[in-house]
């Protein structure tokens, strides 16, 4: 059985979204076009890395091309996106690996997202091989979802992800670590329940 890859090129819709409420929420990248959507669950922690390295990513192409490339300093109003993910929401995959690359020649964002595998390895080295020849594997590799981006587009994607990611649990002022609705236990105030 060949690899199942579920392409976007372009996408008519690229976003970052949750499901859930605020400290139960589920992360999901959703890509649409026409009728197709294609929905993979990822981690807060890979929403927000995603973004910054898209952004680091477009900065660059824009320093490096002195400014000629087709890629906004900031996110166009037009393809600004507040929209809330297609429903029903149905994971195809959850992401273990992401990749990003900016192709040149067409002046597009690649973004890559793999699902999640284990891998079994006697070592460290053997692990880091058997994953290299799981990500080149272009017939037998896990599903993977690759999305082609207009400069406009990474720059909406990048800004709404942050939103996104920032939009949960406000942080506790004294240790930065969430809060929830009903307090939580501090570690810098010597365990007693703070208020929210």
């Not at 192409?61 to 400014?67: A, C, F, I, W």
């Not at 996106?81 to 040149?104: I, N």
């Not at 053997?126 to 587009?153: F, I, K, S």
């Not at 942050?162 to 810098?188: I, Q």
Request: net charge negative; glycine share 8%.
């Amino acid at each position: 059985m060949s690899r199942q890859v579920f392409l976007y090129d372009p996408p008519d819709r690229f976003v970052a979204g949750t499901v859930g409420l605020p400290g139960r929420r589920t992360f999901f990248l959703q890509a649409i076009a026409g009728t197709r959507v294609t929905s993979v669950a990822l981690e807060k922690t890979q929403v927000a890395a995603l973004a910054e390295r898209m952004d680091e990513l477009l900065d660059e192409v824009v320093r490096r091309s002195g400014g000629n490339a087709a890629v906004p300093a900031v996110t166009p109003s037009e393809v600004t996106d507040t929209e809330p993910l297609e429903t029903p929401v149905e994971e195809e995959f959850r992401v273990g690996t992401m990749a990003l690359a900016w192709d040149g020649d067409e002046e597009r964002m690649i973004v890559e997202a793999q699902a999640l595998v284990e891998l079994d390895a006697e070592s460290e080295e053997d692990l880091a091989e058997a994953e290299e020849r799981l990500l080149q594997d272009e017939e037998n590799g896990p599903p993977m979802l690759r999305v082609r981006l207009t400069g406009a587009q990474a720059r909406a994607f990048a800004k709404r992800a942050l939103e996104v990611v920032n939009a949960g649990r406000p942080p506790c002022p004294l240790c930065s670590l969430p809060l929830d609705p009903e307090g939580h236990v501090c570690p810098r105030q010597n365990g007693y329940r703070r208020g929210a």
